[in-house]
């Protein structure tokens, strides 16, 4: 993330962009975890507020690290930076309640819709070139999102719970508002620092998170509190990596590789939870990553193309 010391530009480095957000992925898998270790008996503004303000800590030191710390709160973009923070609270606070009330397998699953309307929303609103082939993968992904969702809908299966299909509905609307927050992120890498942007979420989420202090908020045991900071600090580290990677490349290229965290989802909810994926869940992943795949490929294939007719064009001039 060596960039912040020259500036805001972007740079056009898809590898690099995809491999930050590949590590981005593998970190919120342990912040996730984390919050799922704490338990349903925390609220999800306190549990937004913890993964907010702790994650302060990792942003300090790699501030201090790059000697930026005394500039860290300047901007050029207040308002968009309000914009992300009352967009990523939202996100959360419905991501959180649903992950604590869903199995892993299904809960990721279903937050896999988010990357799928990243490229939708980076289509209509930030006027990114998505073809033919990529609206057709997004078809296919958003069809393996209903084949997880609707079984598990309250009012579709009377065999399904109120908790279930009320956290399910949470996980679709959290996957939405998720996509939003990464068309706002890619705005604000045009003028903003990584760190930045990570503190001025981290900040306004902590003080809009705050606002649900009376609203039945309780005190952790030491268990769950330090679940509750160990998510917090895996939050600073994860936004940092999730915040550079979309300066190297197109939302709509990095977006696909979320796929990735659904054989740790497999893994963590089986060893640590006791939850087994279900076959619908199971199709349903198979089919939205099965999009992705085609995605990637595709543009790998596109950049060599291009790459190519760059060799082949004559110099203008």
């Known amino acids: 993330m060596d960039e912040d010391r020259g500036g805001a530009r972007l740079h056009q480095d898809p590898i690099r962009g995809i491999g930050l957000k590949i590590l981005s992925v593998v970190v919120f898998v342990g912040m996730q975890t984390s919050i799922k270790m704490a338990g349903a008996d925390i609220p999800a503004g306190e549990i937004v507020f ?49 992950l604590t009330r869903l199995p892993y397998p299904e809960w990721i699953t279903i937050s896999y819709a988010a990357p799928l309307l990243t490229v939708v929303f980076a289509a209509v609103f930030l006027k990114e070139v998505v073809r033919l082939y990529r609206w057709s993968a997004v078809v ?19 065999g399904v719970s109120t908790a279930h299909g009320i956290g399910m509905l949470a996980a679709l609307a ?12 890619r705005r604000l890498v045009r003028t903003e ?46 936004q940092l990596l999730l915040t550079a990677c979309y300066r190297y490349a197109d939302a709509s290229t990095i ?6 965290s659904m054989v740790l ?33 595709r543009e790998h294939r596109l950049g060599i193309e291009r790459a190519k007719a760059r060799k082949v064009t004559p110099p203008q001039g």
């Open 140 to 158: 296919v992904g958003l069809v393996g999102i209903t084949v997880v969702s609707v079984p598990n809908l309250t009012m579709l299966n009377e």
């Open 255 to 260: 977006a696909p590789f979320e796929y990735t």
């Open 265 to 297: 989802a497999i893994a963590i909810g089986a060893m640590l939870f006791g939850e087994t994926a279900s076959a619908t869940t199971l199709l349903g992943a198979a089919i939205v990553i099965s999009a992705g795949i085609f995605i990637i490929v």
């Open 50 to 98: 913890f993964r907010s303000f702790f994650a302060l800590i990792p942003v300090a030191i790699y501030l201090a690290w790059l000697g930026d710390l005394s500039t860290a709160l300047k901007t050029e973009d207040l308002r968009g930076h309000v914009w992300r923070g009352l967009i990523g609270v939202t996100s959360m606070s419905l991501g959180f309640f649903a």
């Open 193 to 238: 620092k990584t760190a930045t942007i990570v503190v001025y979420f981290s900040l306004t989420s902590s003080g809009i998170a705050l606002v649900s202090l009376p609203f039945g908020w309780v005190w952790p045991s030491a268990n769950e509190a330090f679940f509750l900071i160990l998510a917090g600090l895996c939050g600073g580290v994860g």
């Open 174 to 185: 959290a996957a939405a508002v998720a996509a939003v927050a990464m068309i706002q992120i």
